[in-house]
């Protein structure tokens, strides 16, 4: 699990993209606007939470998250 919950960067670190046995990202109440396509690579990833940030559309590549059971875009 990795918890960016109000991280105050526009930007996420890139090392976030390679870590291909995350199972959860909560990035809820963060100014992120945009997810890149390397979203894609967190194969793992089963649940998101992209609460309560500005985020309008979602990449392609999140099709290839194949095991995530949960998104959270309230």
């Known amino acids: 699990m990795l918890n960016l919950s109000n991280f105050t960067s526009a ?3 890139p090392q976030i993209w390679g870590l291909q046995n ?3 990202l909560v990035l809820s109440g963060t100014g992120i606007s945009e997810l ?3 979203l894609g690579n ?9 609460s309560g940030t500005p985020i309008k559309r979602l990449p392609n590549e999140i099709g ?3 095991n995530l ?6």
């Open 11 to 13: 930007n996420l670190p």
């Open 22 to 24: 995350l199972e959860v």
């Open 36 to 38: 890149p396509a390397e």
């Open 42 to 50: 967190l194969a793992a990833l089963t649940e998101l939470n992209l």
């Open 64 to 66: 290839k998250l194949g």
């Open 69 to 74: 059971v949960e998104l959270n875009l309230s």
